[in-house]
C-alpha cells in the first residue's frame, strides 16, 4: 500500500492555496469599465503585454458589471469607433482570468481522461506489459470526477452568462451574426450543456464501473470480473471516440464558432492522450524513486517512453496536417484561424512545435536514453508545458486575443489544478496495493522485459 | 597450424543458449552460430557488440533532409523563383509547409533505404553469394556452434559433448 508522504501533501495543498490566491486576484484585478481599460493601454502603450496593475473595484461579478459598462457606453460621447475598440478590448480583458482558468481546468481534466483511456486501451488489447501499471492509471483517472465536476460547473456558468468564453452564447453577438444563427441548431446552451454532462457522465461511470471491478478482482481470480472489465475497457473506447470527437468541438473548437476543421477532434485527442502518457511516465518514475512499484524496470519505462516519443510524432502529424492544409488552400474563412495565431501568438505558436515534436523527437529517439528516469522527467515536463501551450493556443486567440499573456491568472490556474490533481491522484493510489492482484497478466507484467 | 574447428549440432535452441553459456565460462572462442531463427538473447550470451545500424541510419535520414532541404531550396526558390498559385516563393521559410511532405520522405527514403545497404555490405549479402552454412540442417531445424581447436581436443570434444550437443564433429577448415 502507498502512503501519500506528508511532504508531497503539504506541497500540492500549497500549491492549491497559492494558485486559488493567484486566480482570485485575476478575477479581482481584471477590469469593469470602458475607463479602466483606457487607463490601461494607456499605461501599456510601450509593451501592450504588460500586466494590469491597478485598482478594481470591489465587485466580482463580471455579468453586472458588463451591465453597468453597456449603460456606460450609450452615455459616453467618445468617438464611436474608440469606444467600440475598447469595449472589445474589455471583454477580450475581463475574459482573460476566465480563459486562464478554464485552459487550466480542460487540461488536466483531460489528462485524467488520456489516461482511463490508456488504461481501457491496455485492457482491450490485453497487453501483458501493462497491468503493473493499472493501479497508476487507476490513480491518475481518480482525478477524472472532481476535474469534470468543476470543469462542468465552469461550463454552466458560461451559459449562465457570467463569462465571454463563448461568444454563440451571446444573444446580442447571434442577433448580428448569420453564420452562429446557422448553426445555432446544434450551439445553443441547453443543449450544449446537456452534451456536455452526458459526456461526462458516461465517462465517469465507465471510470467508475472499471475501477470497480478491478478492486473486486483484487479480492478473487474470477475471470468473469476480468472478461467484464474488457468488455467495459472495449464499449467504453467505441463511446469514447464519438464523445471526445463532439467534446473537441464543443468545449475547444466553439469558442472560434466561424471556423471549423473536421481532423480537430484527433488533434485535440492526441495532445492529452499523449499528456496523459507523460503524466503516467512522471508518476511511476515518483512512485518507483520511493521505494514503491518495485517490479517496475527500465523496459516499463522504456515501454511508456516510447509511447511518448510516437505520440508526439502523431501530434505533430496531426498539427501539421491541420495547419498545412489550410495554409495550402488559404480560404479566407478557415484561414483567419492561423492568422490570427501567427500574428498575435508567435512565440507559443511555433514555441510548441520545438517543445512538443523537436525537443522529444532528439531525445527520445535513443534507445538508451528511454530507459534513463531523468531524461523522461526532463522530457516529460518539455511535453507536458508544450501541451498546455498548445491548449492555451487553442482558446485564447478567440477569447483575449493580442491581450494574452503567461502571467499571474495562467500560472496560479495551473498551480491550482496541479495541486489538486496530485491532491487527488495520490489520494486514489492510496486506497488499493499498488500492484493489481488477480489480472491474470500480471505475473507477465512483472517479469516483462525488453 | 592446424585449423581445426569444432562443430557442435544442438537441436533446441534452449540447450544452445545454455551450451553458449557455459563454452563462454568454460573460456573457449565461440567463432560463429548457425540457428534456422532469431534466438532471443544469443547475441548477449555470446557477448557480441550491439550493433551500431541505428545511429547510422539516423546519419543517413540527417543526410537525406539536407540533399532534400537543399534541393528545393535551390530549384523553388534560388533558381527560378516563380509563383506558382500564389505560393510565397520569397525565402525558403516562407513556402516552408509545402515542402515538408518532400523533406520528410527524402529523410525516410535515405534513412530507410541506406541502412538496409549498410546491412547488405557489413553482412556480406549479394546476389550469387556463395552460401557459407556449414551444415544444411541449420536453415532447418539444427543449431550449429562452432568452436576453434586451440589446445586439447579431445578435452574440448567431451567438453562439448556434456553440453549437450546431439553430434560433435571435429573439421579442418581451409
Redesign the interface.
Known sequence: MYTFSSKLKTFSLILMVVGAIGIGIGFWSAPKTIEEVETILSADSHGHHAEATHEAHATHDAHATHDEHAAHATEATHDTEHKAHLEHVLHQLQNKPWAAFYVACIFFMLISLGAFVFNAIQYAAQAGWSPILFRVMEGISAYLLPGSVIFFGVLVLSGLHFNHLFVWMDPEVVANDHLIQGKSGYLNVPFFLGRAAIFLLLWNFFRFKIRKNSLALENSDDASIYKSIFKLSATFLVIFIVTESIMSWDWIMSVDPHWYSTLFGWYVFASFFVSAITTIALVTIYLKSKGYLEQVNTSHIHDLAKFMFGLSIFWTYLW?SQ??LI??S?IPEEVTYFVTRIEHYKLPFFGMLVMNFVFPLLIL?N?DFKRLSWIIVTAGTVILMGHYIDFYNMIMPATVGDQWFIGLPEVSAVLFFLGLFIFVVFTALTKAPLVAKGNPLMEESKHFHY | MSNKVVHAIYNDDDVLMDAVKKTRAAHHHIEEVYTPFPVHGLDKAMGLAPTRI?IAS?LYGLTGLAIYTTLLNYIMINDWPQDIG?KPSFSFIDNL??F?PVMFEGTVFFAAHLMVITFYMRSKLWPFKQAENPDVRTTDDHFLMEIGVHGNEEELVSFLQGTGAVEVKVIEKH
Open positions: 501539421f495547419f498545412m495554409w495550402y488559404d529517439v534507445t | 541505428a539516423f500564389g509547409p509545402a515538408v
